[in-house]
């Protein structure tokens, strides 16, 4: 197996970025395919925290290529402030070890203005977004009328598709939304700063990334976000503007099907979700409070304080068969300790029916009463065990009983933050 694909199967949030880091050992390349600096991926090496936002979570591994596929909306901004702190810590600086698809779409100061006054507007039912402009980007790219990197580095082309679009974001912005018309030459001038600072990293990613998989080099592909928010499969419309399915790496990295060759689900031990939208095993008690406080659960990018819940199987199983995951990973189940009883979410109940995948409507799911299996707590910490077999006994029944609910056989349990806060029960990935 050359390549992996590490996919979120709930909310978003799930630790990818951890496992993305410790699977990218054994990788050559790691490649992001969709979403944009909305994900936050945090890395803990030695005790020293890094998030990372658009640059692929490998990046602490010397000499890993990291690319950014065509199916990411790229800020250059955070982009750029990213590089440099990580140039600082002596990464990435070589220029082929970072490289960015030239048919990558770029964020432009109207996206995010667009996204924030559209969820101020909404008020109330505002659907939550991180604010960063990812939605409007990906309209723009539906719509035909983005800019991507291969557009941004001819002056002229970039000239023409900003002055065009912006006096219609401008009439938007203005006469719709109530805000502030943005200034032409402003936004020229700093993108002019930007691209020729991203420009040595521009290059044809889908061709490399095939051409290094064919030659038999690993390839990990890191998705960001969670299953739920597809665009298509998720909660629409509490969801995120790009498909986030193991799928997408075909269409966001520009690789051919038959180069995905296994896909890693991650799941936290817990569910948790920011921003709004239906969440049926949400806890509103001190359950949920414990969980929120004890996993650190606030959000990377905005510090939104995230919602908790109890694991939903449902979501898991849906999940794993739009994915086709072929392995698990369970991350923080060191912070369910202290808890008398574990629920876990088995099926969902709605007017007589029981579902066992998680219905396409957002009302029925606001409505569903969700069907527990209680299984009994431990009260040890977790954060030193480094074996299966030296997990309390109800802790690894819980890992145990997550495994046959969701069918797929659990590679990797994490214990903490930490790079070495891991329980590697199957220890090779590709
Ligand atoms: P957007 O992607 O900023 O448009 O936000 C749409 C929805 O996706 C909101 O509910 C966000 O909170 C959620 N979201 C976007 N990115 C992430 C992420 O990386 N983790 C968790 N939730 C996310």
Redesign the pocket.
């Known amino acids: 197996m050359s390549t992996l694909v590490v996919v979120g199967i709930q909310?978003?949030?799930e630790g990818k970025g951890k496992v993305v880091d410790l699977l990218a050992r054994e990788a050559d390349i790691i490649a992001r395919f969709q979403?944009g600096s909305?994900?936050?991926h945090t890395l803990v090496v030695g005790g020293k925290k890094t998030i990372v936002r658009l640059i692929p979570s490998g990046v602490l591994h010397d000499d890993k290529v990291c690319v950014i596929g065509n199916g990411v909306v790229v800020d250059p901004q955070v982009l750029i402030e990213e590089l440099d702190t990580l140039q600082q810590q002596g990464r990435l600086l070589d220029p082929a070890l970072l490289k960015i698809s030239e048919t990558a779409h770029v964020i432009m100061p109207y996206h995010q203005a667009i996204d924030v006054a559209r969820e101020r507007l909404r008020g109330e039912g505002r659907?939550?977004?991180?604010?960063?402009g990812?939605?409007p980007a990906y309209e723009d790219k539906m719509a035909r009328v983005g800019i991507r990197f291969v557009d941004f580095l001819d002056d002229q082309v970039f000239q023409e598709q900003l002055s065009r679009n912006l006096q219609e974001k401008n009439l938007y912005l203005g006469e719709i939304l109530k805000e502030q018309a943005l200034d032409y030459t402003q936004i020229f001038d700093s993108y002019r700063r930007f691209r020729d600072r991203l420009a040595p990293h521009v290059t044809n990613a889908s061709r490399y990334l095939h051409q290094e998989i064919v030659k038999g080099r690993k390839v990990l592909f890191e998705g960001?976000?969670?299953t739920m928010?597809d665009v298509d499969h998720g909660t629409y419309p509490?969801?995120?503007?790009s498909n986030t399915v193991s799928g997408a790496v075909c269409s966001g990295a520009g690789i051919a099907p038959q180069h995905i060759h296994g896909v890693i689900g991650i799941s936290k031990a817990y569910t948790t979700r920011?921003?709004?939208?239906p969440f049926p095993t949400e806890l509103f008690g001190p359950e949920g409070e414990k969980l929120r406080r004890d996993g650190g659960e606030f959000g990377t990018?905005t510090g939104r304080p995230r919602r908790c819940g109890w694991l939903d199987a449902v979501v898991a199983r849906t999940a794993v068969r739009l994915n086709g995951v072929t392995s698990l990973a369970l991350t923080k189940i060191d912070v369910l300790s202290g808890l008398p009883t574990v629920r876990i979410c088995t099926g969902y109940a709605y007017q007589g029916q029981q579902y066992d995948e998680v219905p396409a409507s957002v009302h029925v799911i606001d409505r569903i009463t969700p069907v527990y299996e209680d299984l009994p707590g431990w009260s040890e910490p977790l954060s030193d065990i480094r074996s299966l077999d030296a997990l309390p006994l109800n802790a690894r029944r819980y890992v145990e009983r997550v495994e046959q609910l969701v069918n797929v056989p659990i590679k990797m349990v994490s214990v903490g933050a930490g790079r070495e806060e891991t329980i590697l029960i199957r220890p090779t990935f590709f």
């Open positions: 909310w978003g949030d979403g909305n994900a936050g659907l939550g977004t991180t604010g960063r990812i939605g960001a976000q969670g928010l509490y969801v995120t503007s920011v921003g709004s939208g990018v």
